[in-house]
């Protein structure tokens, strides 16, 4: 079956109750039992909720997964599935991921024995030569947040192997409609669904989907000890969401295309981040690893000056951190999202006081593109 089919029917049998073609928030704590031993599969709503399985299946699903399961935000999925190393342990982190990511290993894990190095898993040989023989885990993200650098997937996933390490890749930026990382060979697939998958900015959420029983075993054994479930309401509001991935993903990335070009060819922008453009170092891999380039774009003004006066001179774009919204948002990486990476790693990635990070929103592209015109005369 083809995606869009797979996102509108996957997990959303009618209710067996009454008919309904959605499935219903079931806003419940618990489930009464037909007697001692004796219940329908639900017992305890931390544990199961219909709505939650509903969403668990859909998302699992679009990731061509076995098993998948929803989180209160994308750290707590991160979170729960870095339960899998222990202390000891060795993870070789992505040197430019999400800023709550870094700080996440930088500031909780480490006091739990979590040994961590950063990598540039774009460049294979010092991918390669960054292993330790403690590594049981790699995580990494393509593109980057918010230089847009691209891993080879399915080369990281055999060298990572080969040494005994899972890959976990979170592909956020993608979404399952671009970029399937386990049918390129990664071991977990984490999301923000705050982010595409839920597409309308209004519900923070996370996602886990993987293959292995056994590690799908362990998640969902943390994620019912520890409790950072996704609540029934944003499980709905999730599930409607994928609906429509398909149809939202095409025009972010043909609007997110319109919107590089144009950048690409102002006087005033210095560098266009997009792997979309044939000048993005990473052009070809991205072609083949990806089926689209989706809708996230950074451009460099040049200071922060003039990084202020476009972030500022926006009337349609919004002035605000996320992304995947339908709604274009515009922001300012150093002070924003990645004000947690501290200052010198910053500048190493590229990530200046004049870089500024659209995620571009379906609304017409001309008038995102006069809206950044303006702002940048
Ligand atoms: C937003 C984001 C996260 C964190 O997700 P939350 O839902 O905000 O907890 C992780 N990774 C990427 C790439 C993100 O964009």
Not at 289 to 315: D, H, I, R, Y
């Amino acid at each position: 079956m083809g995606f869009s089919t797979i996102a509108i029917h996957a997990g959303n049998e009618p209710d067996p109750a009454t008919g309904a073609v959605s499935v219903p928030i079931y806003q419940t704590s618990t489930y009464a039992q037909d007697g001692l031993g004796r219940h329908k599969g639900y017992e305890y709503a931390r544990t199961q909720n219909p709505t939650r399985t509903a969403l668990e299946k859909n998302i699992a699903a679009l990731e061509n997964a076995r098993f998948g399961f929803a989180f209160a935000s994308g750290m707590s999925a991160i979170d729960s599935v870095l339960k899998l190393v222990k202390a000891g342990e060795h993870v070789l982190l992505g040197d430019n991921t999400y800023g709550g990511t870094f700080r996440l290993f930088d500031r909780v894990l480490r006091n739990y024995g979590v040994e961590f190095d950063l990598v540039d898993s774009s460049d294979l040989s010092e991918f390669e030569n960054a292993f330790k023989p403690n590594t049981k885990m790699v995580f990494v993200e393509t593109p980057t947040n918010p230089v847009m650098t691209v891993t080879d997937l399915a080369a990281v996933a055999e060298l990572s192997h080969a040494r005994g390490a899972k890959v976990v890749c979170d592909n956020t930026f993608m979404s399952p409609y671009f970029q399937r990382p386990l049918d390129l060979g990664c071991d977990i697939v984490v999301h923000s669904t705050t982010k595409y998958l839920n597409g309308h900015s209004d519900s923070v959420g996370g996602f886990a989907a993987l293959n292995d029983e056994k590690d799908a075993e362990w998640i969902g054994f943390i994620q019912n000890s520890i409790g950072a479930i996704l609540s029934p309401m944003d499980s709905f509001l999730v599930l409607r969401g994928t609906k429509t991935l398909a149809v939202r993903m095409e025009a972010h990335d043909r609007n997110g295309r319109q919107v590089a070009n144009f950048l690409a060819e102002h006087p005033r922008v210095e560098k266009v981040y997009y792997p979309g453009l044939a000048s993005h170092p990473q052009h070809e891999l991205a072609k083949r690893q990806q089926s689209g380039f989706g809708g996230m774009v950074a451009f460099e003004t040049g200071s922060l000056e003039n990084a202020k006066k476009v972030l500022e001179g926006v009337k349609l774009c919004t002035l605000g951190e996320s992304l995947g919204g339908v709604e274009s948002l515009i922001s300012h990486p150093a002070s924003m999202t990645h004000a947690s990476v501290p200052e010198e790693r910053r500048s190493q990635l590229g990530i200046t006081d004049g870089l500024v990070r659209i995620s571009v929103g379906i609304e017409d592209a001309e008038d995102i593109i006069a809206d950044l015109d303006q702002a940048l005369a």
